[in-house]
């Protein structure tokens, strides 16, 4: 047998124990219904993308063709109109462009602008006009019609009503406020599961400590692969944990109403949904494996349950210092910010998550997943080394290399 | 077993904050041998054969474990007994066994097999699906053992095997380390009880303060001291001191001294031709005990006066 073969063969046994052991317990369960005490994250979280969504707002448009001599007045009548709505329900900025050759053709390239998220546009005679609207658009195609109808009768009192033709299309690309929102609802979810998850791992090699146990596994397991076996197995436990949830939520969803349903199809992420998943779940790995190792390492120093407990502030501190900074990232992509956040090993996880929300392409995520999984091989070493010569009291007055030499 | 020496040590050095708790210590361990390193508390006998294990690393120093320069290497043919006994309090008997034992490479199937077997061996058949918090100390020491060779190991580690056991336990852990001698393995075991080592070892070192003071059989050991006489005359007759060795001192009606180098047949002629005759006469030869106490008692006496002088 190799030694990579050992050493795996080890350290799936320890992750077996460690995750049978977590999970036929009576605290399991009370661990796996926590969330429902926790429902207050699930609102700050709407909240957040709710104001991301917001942000994205200024980034909206809808769009009349009309010709220059009615422009003032269709400006002017649609800072009337605007004015008979609350301001959260005002539509988005108008846009007067004046007509060139085809019409529809230029209404066509309007809705395909790649600056702003296009909400409807307007071309043709104002008595008959045309309105191109996305999907579930119905407001701002009303809006559009009744703006003909009042610049029409603004210029001509009692003049003709108007009938317009309404085209439903959709666009070429996921809208930008899709794309926000599902680059604030990335990076809140994998920051929710670690939160939830990633800290239990804090205080695993406690056990083994305690019940001296820890002489048994180092003098048959390299340090190594206790630790990263003990990884492994709580990484189980929070994908049996996510699994059950997932599966719960799913099942909930099918009984929304039509209408909350609509309201995630808004969700629209830049490498699509199947992709975006896959990479959600890679990201949610990734973001325990990183935090989990550093939380291990730091864990296996502490010699008291008291000690542990006092960890869990700093845990907590930098697990929100992390989701702050990605937030950031999803909000500014392409910013410096967003570029720190996504190299820095701790954040890179949710930051490259809400990227997958707001950019479309692939080949990034390969990097970074390679990138993350060799700062997780990092921690795991760094922190079994300083477990071996601070714990175990080994360590040696001449580096490794030399001491393999025999 | 194969390998001539199951475990070498070449000037084995540790340092705990600066002080050397291990000072240059060699040993040699031949395959298929009972071998026991003796010592009194801190000695460094724990943390000698925590390094010849590869739990931690020598300061200065090499070892091999059943021939291999890295002891993990060698991980699945060791099995190891840590003076700290540690095992998981919410296994069952079985489980703990077949784990250690799956650590080590064994599959889970064969090992809670073989610990099912090993149990009832040990007159445990009763606490195999026991969990270990409802065993007494003795035991889950005992468990912990059995887990140490379900894989049937070629090298056994017991660090102070016996403490914490009762004479019953003892006498059932004798046998077994016997019988996994028997079977082929090494068994390399630490103890400060000189009994256990006296019945058991083939070789064995003496530690104390972190160097290696003996190593030998026990028949060595005890002939690093001399016998001790008890002559009985006929009569009492302090004359007789004359023809004594110097060290003779009176003991009851008799005398005790230790064995002349030339024996003892040319001191009893002239006691004969005096008239003193022989009631009694015993020669006893010293016990590993009191060779342990002998150099145990030097380093002490040695580390007490390097402590006055300092």
Redesign the interface.
Known sequence: MTRFRRTLRQTMTIARRDFVATVFTPIFLLFLFAPIFMGSFGAIGGLGAASMSDGAADKSRIVAIVAPDRAQAMIREDARLRRLFKRDERPSTLSIVAPAGDPAAQARAAMADRAYDIDGVLYGPLAKPTILVPPLSRFTGNYLEALAQATIAAEQPGAVTVTATRVTTTRERTSIGGQHQSGFLAVFGVFFLTLFLAGQVVGTMAEERNNKVIEVLAAAVPLEAVFFGKLIGMFGVAVLFVGFWGTVLGQLTTLLPPSAAAAFGDLTPAVGVPTFALLFAAYFSMAYLLLGSVFLGVGAQASTMREIQMLSLPITLVQVGMFALASAAARLPGSWVATLAEVFPLSSPFAMAGRAANSPEVWPHLLALAWQAQWVTIFITVGARLFRRGVLQSGSARPFWRRHKG | MTDAWAVTAEGLVK??EGRRVVDGVDLAVPGGAIYGVLGPNGAGKTTTLRML????????G?RTLLGQ??P??A??R?G?L?E????????KAREAIA??G????LPWREGRKRAATLLEQAGLGHAVDEKVRKLSKGMAQLV?LL?SVVHQPDLIVLDEPFSGLDPVNQEKLEALIVAERDRGATILFSTHVMAHAERLCDRLAIIAGGKRRFEGTVDDARATLPAQVHYLPHAADPAIAALLPHDAVPEGNGWRFTLPRDGIEPLLTPLIQAGHGIAGLTIERPTLHEAFVRVVGAVEAARQQQEVRA
Do not use: N, T
């Open positions: 340092r705990f294990l590869g739990i931690i690393e020598p300061d200065e090499r320069s890295q993990r290497d991980g699945d060791v190891y840590p700290e006994r540690g095992l998981y309090p919410a296994m784990f250690m799956a650590l080590r490479g912990q887990g």
